[in-house]
């Protein structure tokens, strides 16, 4: 792999024009492991960073054209072409790093089958810190049996899917560890007592926060609160980049972030 060879690996970058997109761009630009040689945008956008962008409708032939191959595509869009855009590179025979966010049962399930094809790491989000908080939260609700539990997240007003997918994996994390807890409940109002076995969900969107998570569990007199805050998109795009490095040259399958930070 590129981390343990010193090689470069060449990198296609699907929304190009995005907020992200353009940060896995600029990050790349400032790393010897990888280097963009193609992305692309369903939008016309100027450069990115230098790097020319293209009409997403060609990524299909501009992936099987790609002299020298492209070794992994980065993905941070929007469901329905995301799913096309590893689709795409699992006909190329492209590895896939999918940060994007969002997906129904069949897209994720289009995404899964990517992966009898070719190396496939796809992450809600792509932070070490997040990796640590999960660790924390499943920690502390195996160890809190019982307790009240509140997941909310905060991010920027361009924000389209919610709750975040990060909130839904913290969910799936804390169901693992606590099955007694198995409603969630989106926000409320009106006559809204909690109830047994729910889990309370929020969801704030303001100016351009760029992700922050915190895990309430309250019980016995105790408050426990875990949170996470990221500083910019550049945790993310910084973690999508080494996820992409790890990817390389593996076999095909199904990966996990925690993989990478191991
Ligand atoms: N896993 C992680 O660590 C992180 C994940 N994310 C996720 O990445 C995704 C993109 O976030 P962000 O960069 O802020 O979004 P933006 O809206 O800023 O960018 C989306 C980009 O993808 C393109 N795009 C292609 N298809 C779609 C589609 N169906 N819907 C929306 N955009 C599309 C857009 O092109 P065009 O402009 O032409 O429409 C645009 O260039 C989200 O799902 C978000 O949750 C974000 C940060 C971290
Ligand atoms: O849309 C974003 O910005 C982010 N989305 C991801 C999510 O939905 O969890 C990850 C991160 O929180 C930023």
Redesign the pocket.
């Known amino acids: 792999m590129a981390a343990e060879t010193g090689d470069s690996i060449r990198v296609a970058v699907t929304?190009?024009?995005?907020?992200?997109?353009r940060e896995v761009i600029e990050a790349a630009s400032d790393r010897d492991d990888c280097e963009v040689s193609l992305a692309v945008?369903?939008?016309p956008v100027d450069p990115v960073a230098g790097v020319e962008v293209a009409d997403?409708a060609d990524l299909p032939a501009l992936l099987a054209g790609a002299d020298p191959a492209v070794d992994v595509l980065v993905d941070?869009?929007?469901?329905?072409?995301s799913v096309e855009y590893v689709a795409a590179a699992a006909g190329a025979g492209v590895a896939c790093v999918v940060?994007?966010?969002?997906f129904d049962d069949e897209q994720e399930a289009a995404i899964a089958d990517a992966a009898d094809a070719v190396p496939v790491l796809r992450?809600?989000?792509?932070?070490r810190g997040i990796a640590a908080l999960r660790r924390a939260v499943s920690a502390a609700a195996a160890a809190l049996p019982g307790y009240d539990v509140e997941v909310t997240e905060t991010h920027h007003n361009?924000?389209?899917?919610a709750p975040?997918?990060t909130a839904l994996t913290l969910l799936d994390d804390i169901e693992e560890a606590r099955p007694d807890l198995d409603e969630r409940v989106h926000g409320r109002e009106g006559d809204a007592p909690r109830t047994d076995g729910e889990i309370g969900v929020h969801a704030r969107r303001a100016g351009d926060i760029a992700g922050e998570h915190e895990v309430l569990m309250a019980g016995d007199e105790n408050v426990l609160e875990l949170t996470h805050r990221a500083g910019s998109?550049r945790v993310?795009a910084a973690?999508?980049l080494d996820a992409a490095a790890w990817l390389a040259g593996r076999d095909a399958g199904a990966y996990d972030f925690t993989e990478v930070l191991e």
């Open positions: 929304g190009a024009g995005g907020r992200m997109g945008n369903r939008s997403a941070f869009t929007g469901p329905d072409s940060g994007t966010t969002g992450a809600s989000n792509f932070s361009g924000k389209v899917d975040s997918g998109r993310f973690g999508a």
